[in-house]
């Protein structure tokens, strides 16, 4: 589903709603942003007759990220106009410091630091509240906040769960195997890719790159158990199916399991997975075989001379 399409439905929804609240007193944003749905000539797509986010195929159809079913709001019991959302003092205090880090005339480019702050005092997901505290605060239209929120896969603008387990899913990692840890996962947890555990604790989700091809494959995850104050957001290296279950469950019981390689210090050539098992380089830490070829350095200490 392309951009412009998503900006249609979630632009539809708050005209609807505004429409529907006019007798009271409506949102700021609501007129605006039905007067740019109809000059832009976006098409606009009810709730009702959206797929179910239950579907298979609808998931795949229309997904934007792996946790975000439609790029579209729905209002839902927790996530309406009625909702409220607040930052914390310790959290406000920490967005206008954000805030000042930009010229007074240019707020608004604090506001993916900003939604990121919100996102994790909310438990992992954007609710149409935070995103609406988020442009109040920076003095901007909430249809620009909800522009950036739709656009960025790091924004869940739906309720996941406490932990966000992400499985990378670019080249390296998936040459490496992370297929089968994609798959030890979901039976493990007994959920597919873009679902959350019947408890809330685990959302499965999908992510592009992590920057440590050396140590595919590799999960992240987003740890939102203790609010912003507490927010992780670690990788894990090296990966067999075996190891990455023993992460969710260390997660489970209440455990720190380690981060990083499962089997190395770093990056260093020790062994690399091999259909889904460690395999330890036979060369161990060595990675010259015999003296380097050269060039060779000069001799500084007889350029520079006598002291």
Same mark, same amino acid.
């Given at each position: 589903?392309?951009?412009?399409?998503?900006?249609?439905?979630?632009?539809?929804?708050?005209?609807?709603? =505004?429409?529907?609240?006019?007798?009271?007193?409506?949102?700021?944003?609501?007129? %605006? /942003?039905?007067?740019? !749905?109809?000059?832009?000539?976006?098409?606009?797509?009810?709730?009702?007759?959206?797929?179910?986010?239950?579907?298979?195929?609808?998931?795949?159809? $229309?997904?934007?990220?792996? #946790?975000?079913?439609?790029?579209? #709001?729905?209002?839902?019991?927790?996530?309406?106009?009625?909702?409220?959302?607040?930052?914390?003092?310790?959290?406000?205090?920490?967005?206008?410091?954000?805030?000042?880090?930009?010229?007074?005339?240019?707020?608004?480019?604090?506001?993916?630091?900003? !939604?990121?702050? =919100?996102?994790?005092?909310?438990?992992?997901? !954007?609710?149409? /509240?935070?995103?609406?505290?988020?442009?109040?605060? @920076?003095?901007?239209?909430?249809?620009?906040?909800?522009?950036? /929120?739709? $656009?960025?896969?790091?924004?869940?603008?739906?309720?996941?769960?406490?932990?966000?387990?992400?499985?990378?899913?670019?080249?390296?990692?998936?040459?490496?195997?992370?297929?089968?840890?994609?798959?030890?996962?979901?039976?493990?947890?007994?959920?597919?890719?873009?679902?959350?555990?019947?408890?809330?604790?685990?959302?499965?989700?999908?992510?592009?790159?992590?920057?440590?091809?050396?140590?595919?494959?590799?999960?992240?995850?987003?740890?939102?158990?203790?609010? =912003?104050?507490?927010?992780?957001? @670690?990788?894990?290296?090296?990966?067999?199916?075996?190891?990455?279950?023993?992460?969710?469950?260390?997660?489970?019981?209440?455990?720190?399991?380690?981060?990083?390689?499962? $089997?190395?210090?770093?990056?260093?050539?020790?062994? =690399?997975?091999?259909?889904?098992?460690?395999?330890?380089?036979?060369?161990?830490?060595?990675? @010259?075989?015999?003296?380097? %070829?050269?060039?060779?350095?000069?001799?500084?200490?007889?350029?520079?001379?006598?002291?």
């Amino acid at each position: 589903m392309s951009g412009r399409t998503g900006l249609a439905r979630l632009l539809a929804a708050t005209a609807a709603r =505004a429409s529907a609240s006019a007798s009271s007193a409506a949102p700021a944003a609501a007129a %605006p /942003a039905l007067s740019l !749905l109809r000059a832009g000539g976006l098409a606009s797509t009810s709730a009702s007759s959206a797929p179910s986010s239950s579907s298979s195929s609808a998931r795949r159809a $229309f997904a934007t990220n792996s #946790h975000d079913i439609f790029n579209v #709001h729905t209002d839902t019991a927790d996530n309406n106009w009625g909702t409220a959302f607040a930052f914390t003092p310790q959290n406000l205090e920490r967005a206008r410091n954000i805030v000042a880090r930009y010229p007074p005339n240019y707020k608004a480019s604090a506001v993916i630091p900003v !939604l990121d702050l =919100a996102q994790q005092q909310n438990d992992g997901w !954007l609710s149409l /509240a935070a995103m609406n505290a988020v442009a109040s605060l @920076l003095e901007m239209p909430e249809i620009r906040v909800y522009e950036v /929120a739709t $656009f960025y896969t790091m924004f869940n603008r739906s309720r996941i769960g406490k932990y966000h387990v992400m499985v990378c899913g670019t080249t390296p990692c998936r040459l490496q195997g992370s297929q089968g840890i994609e798959r030890a996962l979901s039976e493990h947890l007994g959920v597919r890719v873009g679902e959350t555990t019947a408890d809330g604790l685990f959302t499965l989700g999908e992510m592009e790159c992590m920057g440590a091809c050396v140590n595919a494959p590799m999960i992240a995850i987003a740890d939102y158990t203790s609010g =912003a104050e507490g927010f992780t957001y @670690l990788y894990y290296e090296d990966l067999t199916p075996e190891a990455a279950k023993g992460i969710v469950d260390a997660l489970r019981a209440g455990k720190a399991p380690k981060a990083g390689s499962q $089997f190395r210090s770093k990056a260093e050539p020790a062994g =690399a997975i091999v259909n889904g098992k460690w395999v330890p380089s036979p060369g161990g830490f060595q990675t @010259l075989v015999g003296p380097p %070829p050269g060039p060779y350095c000069r001799d500084l200490d007889a350029v520079a001379g006598p002291a």
